[in-house]
């Protein structure tokens, strides 16, 4: 059971000092058998005024601040230290009913699985669907672990991974012609096709733990934070899939929001007061280390709960 360690640092910086209005940070790990919060800590510079923490619709925990005064800057750190269990590669259980596709949800589930499994972009709906019935077989039927497999290597194999600092996500079917994106397009694209083979899929922001071999990297999305998808499979509930590094299973990943589209689960949003020509740049910086074992009390950085210093 692995201990990691993140240190996630956001930092704007202003031409001259300029009011902030209020921030929602969502930076938080949701607790969960796989994964447990040991310790966290949350430092703003400046100080806001008030700092209330919220659950948000899907459950995630969510830091608004709002502050007073004006600075040439506005920088959050976020420190989290936490167990994570990695599960064996589609080692899920899953119903009998489901283990080949197509097959039907619950009665008593779709109520709640229903927005999941509507697109989130229609328009783009021709190409995708196109895309993702490639993956069944002649008679359009597909063993479902091989199928969500195949999709999430496919992906992984035949698009190249590029960051970009435009805010925003690319239309799937954008991201489907250029055969190039972030993590969170690929999140998309994946979470769009899977939808359109009628499966319910939600959208997930996070961090990664990016392990060496050799001295080279393993996956690619480290130093930002990171996106992949979750479908809901009878038997086995939210299974985790990254499309962007081929990971079928919560390996690596550090789960901190879902949502059912990628505009509900931004990592921090908020708003400032100036000229637009005053703002300089932001920079994001994230860290995921392993630890050799769990800290001490002692050791936690800022207690058990997030606060702001």
């Given at each position: 059971?692995?201990?990691?360690?993140?240190?996630?640092?956001?930092?704007?910086?202003?031409?001259?000092?300029?009011?902030?209005?209020?921030?929602?940070?969502?930076?938080?790990?949701?607790?969960?058998?796989?994964?447990?919060?040991?310790?966290?800590?949350?430092?703003?510079?400046?100080?806001?005024?008030?700092?209330?923490?919220?659950?948000?619709?899907?459950?995630?925990?969510?830091?608004?601040?709002?502050?007073?005064?004006?600075?040439?800057?506005?920088?959050?750190?976020?420190?989290?230290?936490?167990?994570?269990?990695?599960?064996?590669?589609?080692?899920?259980?899953?119903?009998?009913?489901?283990?080949?596709?197509?097959?039907?949800?619950?009665?008593?589930?779709?109520?709640?699985?229903?927005?999941?499994?509507?697109?989130?972009?229609?328009?783009?709906?021709?190409?995708?669907?196109?895309?993702?019935?490639?993956?069944?077989?002649?008679?359009?039927?597909?063993?479902?672990?091989?199928?969500?497999?195949?999709?999430?290597?496919?992906?992984?194999?035949?698009?190249?991974?590029?960051?970009?600092?435009?805010?925003?996500?690319?239309?799937?079917?954008?991201?489907?012609?250029?055969?190039?994106?972030?993590?969170?397009?690929?999140?998309?694209?994946?979470?769009?096709?899977?939808?359109?083979?009628?499966?319910?899929?939600?959208?997930?922001?996070?961090?990664?733990?990016?392990?060496?071999?050799?001295?080279?990297?393993?996956?690619?999305?480290?130093?930002?934070?990171?996106?992949?998808?979750?479908?809901?499979?009878?038997?086995?509930?939210?299974?985790?899939?990254?499309?962007?590094?081929?990971?079928?299973?919560?390996?690596?990943?550090?789960?901190?929001?879902?949502?059912?589209?990628?505009?509900?689960?931004?990592?921090?949003?908020?708003?400032?007061?100036?000229?637009?020509?005053?703002?300089?740049?932001?920079?994001?910086?994230?860290?995921?280390?392993?630890?050799?074992?769990?800290?001490?009390?002692?050791?936690?950085?800022?207690?058990?709960?997030?606060?702001a210093d």
């Amino acid at each position: 059971m692995p201990i990691l360690s993140v240190d996630h640092v956001t930092t704007y910086r202003y031409r001259q000092p300029v009011g902030f209005g209020e921030h929602r940070i969502l930076f938080r790990p949701r607790d969960s058998y796989d994964q447990r919060l040991i310790a966290a800590s949350l430092d703003i510079a400046p100080q806001p005024q008030s700092l209330r923490w919220i659950h948000d619709v899907f459950g995630n925990c969510v830091a608004v601040a709002r502050f007073r005064g004006r600075a040439p800057e506005l920088c959050f750190r976020c420190r989290i230290t936490l167990d994570h269990t990695p599960e064996p590669p589609l080692a899920f259980a899953l119903a009998e009913r489901a283990a080949r596709y197509p097959f039907a949800y619950d009665p008593d589930e779709m109520p709640d699985l229903v927005r999941c499994i509507e697109r989130h972009s229609p328009a783009s709906g021709g190409p995708v669907a196109s895309w993702a019935r490639g993956f069944l077989e002649a008679d359009g039927t597909a063993d479902t672990r091989a199928l969500l497999a195949a999709m999430t290597a496919g992906i992984r194999r035949d698009f190249t991974y590029a960051a970009r600092i435009e805010k925003g996500v690319q239309d799937p079917a954008e991201t489907l012609r250029l055969r190039r994106g972030t993590c969170r397009d690929f999140a998309l694209l994946m979470m769009e096709a899977v939808r359109s083979l009628g499966l319910a899929a939600r959208f997930v922001s996070g961090y990664l733990y990016v392990p060496e071999r050799d001295g080279v990297a393993l996956h690619a999305g480290g130093g930002a934070t990171h996106a992949w998808v979750q479908v809901y499979l009878p038997g086995a509930g939210w299974v985790e899939f990254d499309p962007t590094n081929g990971i079928a299973g919560n390996r690596d990943l550090i789960r901190v929001a879902v949502a059912r589209h990628p505009g509900q689960a931004v990592p921090l949003h908020g708003s400032w007061i100036g000229r637009p020509e005053d703002f300089l740049d932001m920079e994001v910086t994230v860290r995921v280390t392993e630890l050799p074992e769990a800290p001490t009390a002692a050791e936690r950085p800022g207690g058990p709960r997030l606060a702001a210093d």
